[in-house]
Structures are given as C-alpha cells and as structure tokens.
C-alpha cells in the first residue's frame, strides 16, 4: 500500500478508556512510501449508539483535529475511524480501523456515592501501614454486557474481581500532586463478572501518598490507607448495578506486613491460608472488620493523561556468585528499575531476605549510595510446595542482589530467580545505532535511565531515598525523552501538577520538583531548574506540534518569567537569588556540586534570555503578535544587559569557561560586531566577528581540556549545538568519543549499563565517589543524546510536530555509518548514511503529509523533499 493510516489515537492517550476529554481531538499516523504525498482532505466517521456520522473536511492538518461529532457524555463510549485523501492525482488511504474511545466519570457526581473508604481499626498514624485488603461481594441478574471498574486510592491499590487480577497495571494511579489532581483509573472488567454472586477485592498500600517519602516525614496527603471504587454493571437484562465504596465493604490485613517505596516489602506467606480466596465469592469474612468513610479526596478526580505503570520486561540473571565476606550475590548484567520475581519451595518459615544494589565495591553490594533507603525485601515461605513471589507497592534500582537465607530445596538459577522491568507505558519511538560500539552501549545507558527514571513522574534517581521529579533534571533531558518515547501524555499530567503548585504559592515560582515535598513547601525556584516551565512546553510542541496543548501550558511559562523570577533592576536574575547553577560541574568539589567554575548568575542569566526567546516564539505559534513583540523587546533589552554584565570586548565571557562560552553561542547572547544592537544576524557568521571569536575561544578551552568534559546540568545540552554551529563539530566528536574521566564513555568503559548522575559516580579504581550523593541511573548527562539523535542520526525536527524533519547528520570521529528510527506524529522517519570509497550514502524515509529539509555534510544547501524514500550521494 503506498499511502494507509497507521494509528489513529485520541488526545495524546495510548489507550482512549475512561478519558476526561469529552471532545477529544485526533491525530493520525500514516504508513506507506507514497512519493510527496499530502493529505488535501480527510473523512471523520464517528459511531455511537448505533448510529454513524460522517464528517469531510478540506484540511492538510493531520494532528489534533478537532473532535467533529456532538461531545461524549460521561462514561459514553465511541469508536472513530478516518480515511485521508491527496492532493491532485494522488491516492486516498483506506480506511483505517476503527478505534474506540470512552470517557471516564466527568462529573464529580458520577460517582454514584462512592466515598473514600478506610479500615475500621486502631493504627500507628506515624509507623509504616500495613497494606489492607477491601472486599465486597455483589449479585448480577444476568449475564454481563458491560462493566468498568474507575478506581483510585490514598495509597497505591491492586484489584482483583472474582479472583482475577483487573489490568495489568502496577504501582497505580501512580504520583501526583495529591492536593490538586488525583488520578483514577478505569477498566473493562465485562469478562470478569458473572451471572450471580461476585465478589471485587483490593489491597492498598501506602505508597507515595502516605509513605516515607524525600529525606524526612511521611503522610504528606494523608494518614490513612484508603480506597475509591465505582463498579458499574450493564447485565444482558437491562438492568444496571452499581457498586460503590461505602460503609458495606470489609477489610482486613494479610500477608503482607509492610511495603514502601524507599524501603521494601516483607511478605509472610504462612499469612496466606486466613484469607484464601478473599478476593472470590462465598468467603468467610466473619473475622474481617468493617470499614469506615473518609472524606472526599481533596485533589480532582481525574483520569490519566498518560499510561500507566506496568510490568514491560523480564531480564534473566546473568551470574550466581559469593562475594568477598561469603554472600550470595545475583548480578542481573543491568542496571534497572523494578523487582524480583521469585519461584521457590523450602520449609516453612523460611526467611528469604533481598538487598538491591546498583554497583558492586570491594566485591559486595554498594549500600551507602542508597542512604535511608533500605532497599530489602524479605519472604517467609509458607512450606507447602513451589510458590512464586513479587512484592507489591515498592520499586528498587539495582544490577545486583544479595539473597541471604535461600532455601537448599530450590537450585538458585535463572529459573528460580528473574528481574522484572517496571516503568510507565510509554510507547517507543526513537532507535539509533552506529559503526561506533562504545557510543551505540552509551545510547542503550541512555534508554535504559529513561526507562529507570518515567516511573509515573519522571524522577532523579530510582534507587535512593529520593526518587523525586526534579525539575532541572527534566528541562535538560526532555528532548532526548521524547525522541525515544512517546512522552505526550506523560509530561503533560506532570505540567498540569507544576501550574497547581506554582499557583497555591502565588508567587508563580517554580518548585524543584513537582509534586512538591511536603505538599506545602516553598523553595525559591532556580533558574534552568524552574525554567522547565518555559523549556518543558516548548520541546513538547517542537515535538508534537500541540497547539491546544501549548495553549494550556503557555499560562505557567509566562507566569514564571513575569512574575515568579526575581529580577536585579536591569531585569536580570537579582544577584543574590538562590542557584543551583552549572550544578554538577566536573571541577566543582565532590561535597559542593554547585560550586562550579561558571558564575551562577551568568548561568541563570543565559537561560532568562533563551526562556524571553522561547516564550516569544511560542506567542507567535498561538497568533498572539502583542504578545510575540513583546517578548521580542524583552529579549533583545536582556542580550544587551547580558553584553554590559558578562562580556567583555565584544566576545570575552566573564569567565573562561565551557558552560559560559556555549551557553552564549547556543543561546546567541553575543553583541553584533558594530556593539550596538545585538543581533541574531551574526549566527553562523563563521567568518570574524565576536562569534567567530567566541567560537575559537570555546575550542581552546576544550583543547586545553584534551576533549575532557568541562559542563555540568546547565552547559552539557548547549555544548554539542554551540560547536556545531561554530563549524567545529569534530571537536564535539572528540569529547563525545574520549574516554577518560569525566567524559559520556567513561562511564561506557567503566562497565555502567544506564548514565551516572555523577561524570565519576564511580571512580577509575572501582570505588564509589565519596559523599552519598551518588547514583548511577541518573538521566540528566544523557541529554547528549539530543545531539546525538540530530546529528549523527541525521533527524530533528525543523517545524513543530516533525510536519517538517531536519535531515542534516555531520558525520565526525571516524563513524562511517550511522542510522536512525523516529516514529513521528506523521509516521515512521527513517534515515541511514555510510561512508565508502565512492564518498556519501545517505538514505531517508519520509512519511507521507510530512516533508523532510535534507543538507547533506559538504552541501552548501539544503534540499525540501516530501514524503517517500529518497536516497542521496555526493563526494566525501
Ligand atoms: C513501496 O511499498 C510497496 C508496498 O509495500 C512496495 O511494494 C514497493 O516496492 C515500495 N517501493 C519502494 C520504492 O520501495
Ligand atoms: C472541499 O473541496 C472540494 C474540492 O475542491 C469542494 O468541492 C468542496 O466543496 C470542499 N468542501 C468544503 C466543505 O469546503
Ligand atoms: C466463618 O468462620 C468462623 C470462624 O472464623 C466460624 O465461626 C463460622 O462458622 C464460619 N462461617 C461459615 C458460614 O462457615
Ligand atoms: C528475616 O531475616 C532478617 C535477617 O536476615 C531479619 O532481619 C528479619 O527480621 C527476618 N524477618 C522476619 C519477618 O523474620
Ligand atoms: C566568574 O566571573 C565572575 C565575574 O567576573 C567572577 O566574579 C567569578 O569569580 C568568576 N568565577 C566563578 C566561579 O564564579
Ligand atoms: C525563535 O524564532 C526566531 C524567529 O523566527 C528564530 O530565528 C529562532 O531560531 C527561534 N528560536 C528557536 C529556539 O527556535
Ligand atoms: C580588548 O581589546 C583590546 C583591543 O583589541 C585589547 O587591547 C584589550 O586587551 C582587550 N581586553 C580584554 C579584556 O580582552
Ligand atoms: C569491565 O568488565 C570487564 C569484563 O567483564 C572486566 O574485565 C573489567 O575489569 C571491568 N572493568 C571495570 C572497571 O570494572
């Protein structure tokens, strides 16, 4: 088929069940190698009820078109299904399948009088709280023609209807800023329910909502377990059952004794025969209690904009061995984030006790980059023949693990012992690869800290007693997240939580993290850190070319800079603002990561500068010229304090810095030859001038460097682009390719399977850093791989949403071949290039709707192609 739709997808959902649009808008993704192809019109069939309307509409636009039919009701289901045509002469697609959607309760009142509901028993508010286990039992009159489950809990739950577990998600509804936005979910549980007596069950763990969470406290949304549900039941008969939680319900513990996200889980599985088949009907539930009602949870009730948690891969173990002191210790062969999965027999009472570490030191597990996070899970085993194991509301970051009382009876293999991959259902979209094995392992540690770290948020660290949405973290790696995953839904529930926060502090500043820990803490905000408000939007809509979505964040982008930045009189950061500027600078001290050789103010206020540049440019995507012309003036006022504040002669930056040097070129913050009016006519003036100069500046410090890295958070994402555009692009090869410490292979040589937080987390005699803030599934630093991605992969987006595709790999560092795979908005982008005697090979693949803009490395021009595959050669 030369031109088919691939996808049709609501909203940015993976799966449209129990969405909260009731007008949600469609995107299509189209498939097939159809020459130049635009779409010239498109045909919408909606069908409801039984009832089918067709809508035509003469549009190119592909994304987000809006909803055509009347809105969906609450908890109303559709299906939707498109067929594209094109331009003169041009075929149409088929129609593509028809794809369903449903809306979740959009009415607090849908509810049906579920209230949140707690066990009725006397507890330790301020101890860790021992999962409970709801149930209720129900009748249905009939055979069943539809039931959902919109569920939600204060903890985290698990939910079983007749003894079989509901969905496949983990650790749900996952994290949010409690107070504001409260997730729930919601299944199709038709199969599960039969004619006669049910029986629903749950167990709640404490997970973020009440547990230990950051470096003191607990119960920052609540102190007790609880649990929401709404049952709804359509029988063959007509008749509609609904089943909600209220005083009806009982509950009870069982046999897990405790489980926490920092800490582990202890399971007693001798616990499991009292409350055999509680989740199934005809229970004897006489020694349960009852429940009481909580009040209604503070936060929306609101349905995920992004998928869920879940279970997305196994690894098997890679060796058994003892360490140095004689313990038994696991290594998986990767650094990654989940839980054991165990299959073992041995005698009653038998107590398995887990420790998870990232690193080995001196041959045994390295605990104390985990600091107060215990990390252990313990087993009881009940004696009664083979049993299988997985702890349930906890997460641990781990390569290796230490088994202390392991069962003789059970060999301890592959078989016996797996690791479970566990992170938030992101679709895969990005692949690269090249002629060069280091950088292509460094590529796959790049992945390996996404998947580690988009765990509901998007966290620091996944291993220690932290495991926070920082913001800085994200603003750096954002680009590279979302060329590798479909991160759509996923950050824009994140941004929704940052716009609550920054709004309940009224100053418009922006956390360090979101959710904010305690729920009512009041950081000051940093610049970079705070500035994903601005970045975050930005990179999404380059991404996914959401205007309805860059409309409804462009609000916490402007309120930041307008309101919540504090400014120095010129409009600058004020001097003595808190920073954590070029934060983890290679020659900052290992007890100081903010003491770095760039000066703070500097940092921030090069970042203001490019945020005044974003804002105005994101004006001009929403039609907003007053505000555009604005930000406009703003900027160039700024460049010009900058100039006064940072510069002098023109090119010499306060300091002699890699982070100071391509901040100002990347970010265009040097003054116009003439030293009036900076001007952004000056890039890529290769030739004199202060960028000229600025440039050769940037390339001795990085010489006098030997190609050693030189940036921390704030300077590493510039440095690749600032070279590049100064037509230096082999030095950046060189840093990307050096080996010795601090560099990006460093950590590739020094065995790590994801990217460090520190640039010498481990230290080349195999110690761990000094000082316990040290992890070694950090994404930040991978934020390379934007680069990467654009330059030696060949692809980036040139027009928001990749309607346009920035074809234009600079090969370097004596890579001779290179490809790269995006699944983009339009479809699937692929390109490959080689280097032979013959000279250049580069072959591309453009979906149709979409044009790509191709510069091959010694071409002066760029050439526009549309869809189809295109292949090009010239002298090398
Ligand atoms: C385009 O796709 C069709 C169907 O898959 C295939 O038969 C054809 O060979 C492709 N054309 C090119 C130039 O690869
Ligand atoms: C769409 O374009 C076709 C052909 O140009 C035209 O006949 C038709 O009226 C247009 N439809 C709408 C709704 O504008
Ligand atoms: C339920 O169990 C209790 C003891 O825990 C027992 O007294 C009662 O008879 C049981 N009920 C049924 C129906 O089996
Ligand atoms: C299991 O053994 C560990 C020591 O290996 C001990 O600390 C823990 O208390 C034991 N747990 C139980 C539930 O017996
Ligand atoms: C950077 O430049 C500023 C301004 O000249 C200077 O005060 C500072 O000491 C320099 N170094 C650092 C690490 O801030
Ligand atoms: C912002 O818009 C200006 C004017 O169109 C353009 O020159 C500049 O490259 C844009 N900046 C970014 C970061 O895309
Ligand atoms: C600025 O440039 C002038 C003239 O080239 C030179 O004499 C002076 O030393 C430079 N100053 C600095 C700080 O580089
Ligand atoms: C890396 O792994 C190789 C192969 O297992 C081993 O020989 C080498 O010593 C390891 N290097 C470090 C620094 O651990």
Same mark, same amino acid.
């Given at each position: 088929?030369?031109?088919?739709?691939?996808?049709?997808?609501?909203?940015?959902?993976?799966?449209?069940?129990?969405?909260?649009?009731?007008?949600?808008?469609?995107?299509?993704?189209?498939?097939?190698?159809?020459?130049?192809?635009?779409?010239?019109?498109?045909?919408?069939?909606?069908?409801?009820?039984?009832?089918?309307?067709?809508?035509?509409?003469?549009?190119?636009?592909?994304?987000?078109?809006?909803?055509?039919?009347?809105?969906?009701?609450?908890?109303?289901?559709?299906?939707?299904?498109?067929?594209?045509?094109?331009?003169?002469?041009?075929?149409?697609?088929?129609?593509?399948?028809?794809?369903?959607?449903?809306?979740?309760?959009?009415?607090?009142?849908?509810?049906?009088?579920?209230?949140?509901?707690?066990?009725?028993?006397?507890?330790?508010?301020?101890?860790?709280?021992?999962?409970?286990?709801? &149930?209720?039992?129900?009748?249905?009159?009939?055979?069943?023609?539809?039931?959902?489950?919109?569920?939600?809990?204060?903890?985290?739950?698990?939910?079983?209807?007749?003894?079989?577990?509901?969905?496949?998600?983990?650790?749900?509804?996952?994290?949010?800023?409690?107070?504001?936005?409260?997730?729930?979910?919601?299944?199709?549980?038709?199969?599960?329910?039969?004619?006669?007596?049910?029986?629903?069950?749950?167990?709640?763990?404490?997970? /973020?909502?009440?547990?230990?969470?950051?470096?003191?406290?607990?119960?920052?949304?609540?102190?007790?377990?609880?649990?929401?549900?709404?049952?709804?039941?359509?029988?063959?008969?007509?008749?509609?059952?609904?089943?909600?939680?209220?005083?009806?319900?009982?509950?009870?513990?069982?046999?897990?004794?405790?489980?926490?996200?920092?800490?582990?889980?202890?399971?007693?599985?001798?616990?499991?025969?009292?409350?055999?088949?509680?989740?199934?009907?005809?229970?004897?539930?006489?020694?349960?209690?009852?429940?009481?009602?909580?009040?209604?949870?503070?936060?929306?009730?609101?349905?995920?904009?992004?998928?869920?948690?879940?279970?997305?891969?196994?690894?098997?173990?890679?060796?058994?061995?003892?360490?140095?002191?004689?313990?038994?210790?696991?290594?998986?062969?990767?650094?990654?984030?989940?839980?054991?999965?165990?299959?073992?027999?041995?005698?009653?009472?038998?107590?398995? %006790?887990?420790?998870?570490?990232?690193?080995?030191?001196?041959?045994?597990?390295?605990?104390?980059?985990?600091?107060?996070?215990?990390?252990?899970?313990?087993?009881?085993?009940?004696?009664?023949?083979?049993?299988? /194991?997985?702890?349930?509301?906890?997460?641990?970051?781990?390569?290796?693990?230490?088994?202390?009382?392991?069962?003789?009876?059970?060999?301890?293999?592959?078989?016996?012992?797996?690791?479970?991959?566990?992170?938030?259902?992101?679709?895969?979209?990005?692949?690269?690869?090249?002629?060069?094995?280091?950088?292509?392992?460094?590529?796959?540690?790049?992945?390996?800290?996404?998947?580690?770290?988009?765990?509901?948020?998007?966290?620091?660290?996944?291993? &220690?007693?932290?495991?926070?949405?920082?913001?800085?973290?994200?603003?750096?790696?954002?680009?590279?997240?979302?060329?590798?995953?479909?991160?759509?839904?996923?950050?824009?529930?994140?941004?929704?939580?940052?716009?609550?926060?920054?709004?309940?502090?009224?100053?418009?500043?922006?956390?360090?993290?979101?959710?904010?820990?305690?729920?009512?803490?009041?950081?000051?905000?940093?610049?970079?850190?705070?500035?994903?408000?601005?970045?975050?939007?930005?990179?999404?809509?380059?991404?996914?070319? *959401?205007?309805?979505?860059?409309?409804?964040?462009?609000?916490?982008?402007?309120?930041?800079?307008?309101?919540?930045?504090?400014?120095?009189?010129?409009?600058?950061?004020?001097?003595?603002?808190?920073?954590?500027?070029?934060?983890?600078?290679?020659?900052?001290?290992?007890? *100081?990561?903010?003491?770095?050789?760039?000066?703070?103010?500097?940092?921030?206020?090069?970042?203001?500068?490019?945020?005044?540049?974003?804002?105005?440019?994101?004006?001009?995507?929403?039609? *907003?010229?007053?505000?555009?012309?604005?930000?406009?003036?703003?900027?160039?006022?700024?460049?010009?304090?900058?100039?006064?504040?940072?510069?002098?002669?023109?090119?010499?930056?306060?300091?002699?810095?890699?982070?100071?040097?391509?901040?100002?070129?990347?970010?265009?913050?040097?003054?116009?030859?003439?030293?009036?009016?900076?001007?952004?006519?000056?890039?890529?003036?290769?030739?004199?001038?202060?960028?000229?100069?600025?440039?050769?500046?940037?390339?001795?410090?990085?010489?006098?460097?030997?190609?050693?890295?030189?940036?921390?958070?704030?300077?590493?994402?510039?440095?690749?682009?600032?070279?590049q555009g100064a037509g230096a692009s082999e030095d950046f090869y060189s840093m990307l390719l050096q080996t010795k410490v601090p560099s990006w292979l460093y950590q590739v040589v020094m065995n790590g399977t994801t990217t460090w937080e520190r640039w010498d987390s481990m230290l080349p005699d195999? %110690?761990?850093?000094?000082?316990?803030?040290?992890?070694?599934?950090?994404?930040?630093?991978?934020?390379?791989? *934007?680069?990467?991605?654009?330059?030696?992969?060949?692809?980036?987006?040139?027009?928001?949403?990749?309607?346009?595709?920035?074809?234009?790999?600079?090969?370097?560092?004596?890579?001779?071949?290179?490809?790269?795979?995006?699944?983009?908005?339009?479809?699937?982008? %692929?390109?490959?290039?080689?280097?032979?005697?013959?000279?250049?090979?580069?072959?591309?693949?453009?979906?149709?709707?979409?044009?790509?803009?191709?510069?091959?490395?010694?071409?002066?021009?760029? %050439?526009?192609?549309?869809?189809?595959?295109?292949?090009?050669?010239?002298?090398?």
């Amino acid at each position: 088929m030369a031109v088919s739709i691939a996808r049709l997808s609501f909203e940015h959902h993976r799966e449209a069940l129990g969405i909260g649009e009731s007008q949600p808008r469609i995107s299509w993704r189209f498939a097939g190698n159809a020459s130049n192809w635009e779409q010239s019109s498109y045909d919408l069939e909606v069908s409801r009820s039984g009832q089918t309307n067709s809508y035509s509409t003469n549009s190119s636009n592909s994304l987000f078109v809006p909803w055509p039919d009347k809105p969906l009701g609450s908890a109303e289901a559709a299906k939707a299904r498109v067929r594209a045509h094109g331009g003169t002469q041009q075929s149409s697609t088929p129609w593509s399948d028809w794809v369903a959607v449903e809306t979740g309760l959009l009415n607090p009142e849908d509810w049906s009088g579920s209230v949140p509901i707690a066990a009725d028993r006397d507890y330790d508010v301020n101890a860790p709280k021992q999962p409970i286990y709801f &149930r209720k039992e129900f009748v249905t009159s009939d055979e069943v023609a539809s039931a959902r489950l919109y569920i939600t809990s204060l903890g985290l739950y698990e939910a079983y209807i007749n003894g079989d577990r509901v969905g496949d998600a983990v650790l749900a509804p996952g994290w949010q800023s409690f107070n504001y936005r409260h997730v729930y979910d919601t299944y199709d549980v038709t199969d599960s329910i039969k004619k006669g007596q049910n029986a629903i069950g749950v167990t709640v763990g404490e997970g /973020w909502f009440l547990g230990r969470i950051a470096w003191s406290g607990r119960n920052y949304w609540g102190d007790n377990l609880g649990l929401q549900v709404l049952l709804t039941v359509t029988t063959k008969d007509g008749k509609k059952t609904a089943v909600p939680t209220d005083d009806s319900w009982a509950a009870s513990t069982g046999p897990i004794l405790s489980s926490e996200i920092y800490d582990g889980e202890t399971y007693d599985s001798r616990l499991e025969s009292a409350i055999e088949g509680w989740n199934k009907p005809s229970f004897n539930g006489s020694n349960w209690v009852g429940v009481k009602s909580l009040s209604p949870v503070k936060g929306h009730l609101m349905s995920p904009d992004g998928p869920p948690v879940r279970k997305i891969e196994e690894r098997q173990l890679e060796k058994v061995f003892k360490s140095a002191s004689g313990k038994t210790l696991v290594d998986f062969g990767q650094n990654l984030v989940g839980w054991l999965h165990l299959n073992v027999q041995g005698p009653a009472g038998t107590n398995i %006790t887990i420790h998870h570490a990232e690193v080995l030191e001196k041959g045994e597990l390295a605990l104390a980059p985990l600091r107060a996070a215990k990390a252990t899970d313990t087993v009881i085993l009940h004696g009664k023949g083979p049993q299988t /194991w997985e702890p349930t509301f906890t997460f641990h970051g781990f390569r290796y693990i230490q088994i202390d009382g392991w069962p003789e009876e059970t060999p301890l293999d592959g078989k016996a012992v797996k690791a479970i991959v566990v992170h938030s259902d992101i679709e895969q979209t990005g692949w690269f690869q090249c002629s060069n094995a280091l950088l292509n392992k460094f590529h796959n540690n790049v992945q390996w800290s996404t998947k580690g770290n988009f765990l509901s948020i998007s966290t620091d660290c996944p291993q &220690r007693d932290e495991r926070l949405g920082w913001t800085g973290d994200a603003h750096a790696f954002g680009p590279t997240a979302n060329f590798l995953y479909n991160t759509g839904g996923f950050w824009r529930g994140w941004h929704r939580d940052m716009w609550s926060e920054m709004q309940r502090r009224g100053s418009m500043r922006v956390p360090f993290f979101v959710p904010t820990v305690p729920p009512d803490s009041d950081d000051p905000g940093a610049a970079v850190w705070s500035d994903v408000a601005v970045g975050g939007p930005w990179d999404l809509f380059r991404f996914y070319g *959401d205007k309805g979505m860059l409309a409804e964040q462009l609000p916490q982008s402007k309120a930041w800079i307008d309101t919540g930045l504090p400014r120095n009189e010129v409009g600058l950061w004020k001097r003595d603002a808190f920073q954590f500027g070029d934060w983890l600078d290679p020659k900052a001290p290992p007890e *100081d990561p903010g003491a770095a050789t760039t000066a703070k103010a500097l940092v921030a206020d090069a970042y203001l500068i490019r945020m005044t540049e974003l804002l105005a440019n994101m004006s001009s995507a929403l039609g *907003d010229e007053a505000s555009e012309n604005s930000y406009r003036s703003k900027h160039a006022t700024l460049r010009k304090e900058f100039a006064q504040a940072w510069i002098t002669n023109g090119s010499s930056l306060a300091n002699r810095t890699q982070t100071a040097y391509a901040l100002a070129l990347h970010f265009d913050l040097l003054p116009s030859d003439d030293g009036a009016s900076p001007s952004s006519k000056t890039k890529n003036g290769a030739t004199g001038g202060n960028r000229a100069a600025a440039a050769a500046t940037l390339r001795q410090i990085v010489a006098e460097n030997d190609y050693l890295v030189g940036t921390g958070f704030a300077g590493t994402p510039a440095l690749g682009p600032a070279l590049q555009g100064a037509g230096a692009s082999e030095d950046f090869y060189s840093m990307l390719l050096q080996t010795k410490v601090p560099s990006w292979l460093y950590q590739v040589v020094m065995n790590g399977t994801t990217t460090w937080e520190r640039w010498d987390s481990m230290l080349p005699d195999g %110690t761990v850093n000094t000082g316990t803030m040290t992890s070694f599934n950090h994404y930040a630093f991978g934020a390379v791989a *934007d680069w990467i991605h654009a330059t030696i992969g060949g692809l980036a987006p040139a027009e928001p949403g990749w309607t346009v595709v920035a074809v234009e790999p600079i090969p370097g560092g004596g890579i001779t071949s290179a490809g790269a795979r995006f699944i983009s908005p339009y479809g699937e982008i %692929t390109s490959s290039w080689w280097i032979d005697s013959a000279g250049f090979h580069l072959k591309l693949s453009v979906p149709p709707n979409a044009k790509a803009r191709v510069k091959l490395p010694r071409g002066a021009i760029s %050439t526009l192609v549309g869809s189809g595959l295109h292949e090009f050669q010239e002298e090398y």
